[in-house]
């Protein structure tokens, strides 16, 4: 009885008795097995492809942390060389960089005043005052009204101190503002309303019998231009070139309206002549151009004080924040502006190309370069706005030296090679297809003009007489 009761008395006959249920177990336990073996597996190679993610992380990190540290040696040491050779990098060594020697009359403490005095015209007067208000002056050789000239008259009785100081801040030599860079140039707006104000004295002035008033609102024009030929950027730069076509524009109209002495076209003459002078360094303004772009790369807050910035949208604001985004920003400005100092210094056609070609390729960076797209001022057509600069002087130098020989022949020249020697040193090069400015006669009055950024000579025709699209020239016209 107890040998049937011990276990290990069974024989193997005895344990092979239910032989299906033992071989379902044994399926089901190693069934367990694989499947337990596989999940160990599965748990190995999961914990090495998040080991192997981590490595790579930290090995860009490395690298990233090593190219921005080689980027901000090399920036350190462009930005020290800059300094070096006198050229300022920030705002505080721009502001020094302007700075008037101590105890030199200043212009502008003039022009201030002047500034404040400034009156605009008041609501019921606007739609009768040409230039600075809605109205629209009479074609050329036509008459004012006389509505139109007294509200003129009024306008400038009220501005009579502002237009006295303009005169008297423009016999001063010396001439800078001083500006809050971080807050914007402020005072730009004032110089544009008071140049809108002498044009318009210098018409006044020309239809009203008084070619000697007309001459001096003019010539005040142009050395309130002059004002700024010292200021920072380009966007003093442009303000100037619309200050000084203003007064150019002004001269036209006068041309048009009064007859001026030899005396009188000389001395406007000699006035262009001076502001034509300090016009051409081009690379003096994308030096002092690219200060801005420095400091728009270490502060993105300041674009907003620069009118000529473009936005670019919420997106680029936020990744220039990016590691080493910022550094590519201030290596790409530097490389930028060097490529636009460059330019500026070639020929008109040659740097006109130039531009145009920097600025696609800045747009063509990737993203990681956006920094460099996201302060970058519209510099595409710079180079056509600056050949346009000493081109309307030339046209206006031109049409005075037309004027002065009329006085002394009592006709017009047949041809410009007449006006030279005695009152021009040569005949001007357009420096849009590289041959001589053109002209042509109209009786009793003539047209010198450029062919303009198309290259094409379209007889003189103003922009203002074509549809909007269509082909025109630079011109100087006087119908008298």
């Known amino acids: 009885m107890l040998a049937q009761c011990d276990p290990t008395l069974v024989t193997p006959v005895d344990q092979g008795g239910d032989t299906d249920g033992n071989s379902g ?4 336990r190693k069934a367990q097995t694989v499947n337990d073996n596989f999940q160990m597996r ?3 190679f ?6 192997l993610a981590l490595v790579i992380f930290l090995v860009l990190a490395v690298l990233t942390g090593l190219y921005v540290a080689i980027q901000q040696s090399s920036v350190e040491r462009r930005l020290k060389a800059l300094r070096a050779a006198g050229y300022p990098t920030n705002f505080a060594e721009l502001a020094e960089y302007n700075r008037l020697p101590a105890g030199t009359l200043n212009a502008a403490d003039v022009y201030g005043r002047a500034f404040w005095q400034y009156r605009p015209p008041v609501d019921e007067e606007t739609w009768k005052i040409p230039i600075v208000g809605s109205a629209a002056l009479p074609g050329r050789g036509l008459p004012v009204p006389q509505t139109m000239t007294d509200a003129i008259s009024q306008y400038l009785a009220r501005n009579r ?21 971080t807050k914007g140039l402020t005072e730009l707006p004032a110089i544009r309303r008071c140049a809108w104000l002498l044009e318009l004295s210098a018409t006044y002035h020309a239809y009203s019998g008084d070619p000697n008033g007309a001459a001096e609102c003019i010539q005040d024009g142009l050395r309130l231009a002059d004002s700024l030929r010292n200021e920072p950027g380009l966007v003093c730069y442009l303000i100037r070139r619309g200050c000084s076509a203003l007064a150019v524009r002004g001269l036209e109209r006068s041309m048009n309206a009064t007859a001026f002495t030899d005396a009188q076209l000389r001395e406007m003459d000699l006035a262009l002549a001076a502001t034509a002078a300090t016009t051409l360094d081009l690379a003096q303004v994308m030096i ?22 473009p936005s670019r949208g919420v997106g ?5 924040h990016l590691p080493g985004i910022r550094r590519i920003g201030v290596v790409d400005t530097l490389d930028y502006m060097e490529d636009c100092i460059a330019a500026a210094k070639l020929p008109p056609q040659e740097r006109m190309a130039r531009f145009r070609a920097l600025e696609q390729e800045a747009k063509d960076l990737s993203f990681m370069h956006l920094m460099v797209n996201s302060i970058l001022s ?17 046209l206006a130098r031109t049409a005075l030296a037309v004027e002065r020989y009329r006085l002394a022949a009592g006709r017009l020249p047949e041809a410009l090679g007449q006006l030279v020697p005695q009152y021009l040193d040569h005949v001007p090069i357009d420096p849009f297809d590289g041959q001589p400015i053109r002209y042509r006669r109209t009786e009793p009055g003539y047209v010198v ?13 103003e922009w203002d007489e074509v549809p909007q699209g269509q082909l025109y020239d630079l011109c100087f016209v006087v119908t008298r």
Not at 46 to 51: E, L, S
Not at 288 to 309: A, I
């Open 378 to 394: 519209s510099t595409g057509e710079l180079g056509a706005l600056h050949a346009r600069f000493p081109a309307i002087f030339d």
């Open 25 to 28: 177990l044994a399926k089901l």
């Open 316 to 320: 680029p604001r936020l990744l220039v």
């Open 161 to 181: 101190t502002c237009l006295t100081l303009l005169h008297e801040a423009g016999a001063i030599e010396h001439c800078r503002y001083t500006w809050d860079y």
């Open 46 to 51: 999961a914990f090495r492809r998040w080991h």
């Open 449 to 461: 003009y450029n062919v303009a950024e198309d290259g094409q000579d379209n007889g003189g025709r």
């Open 288 to 309: 002092t151009e690219r200060c801005f772009m420095l400091e728009s790369c270490r502060d993105t807050s300041l674009k907003s004080s620069w009118p000529l910035t």
């Open 42 to 44: 599965h748990k190995h």
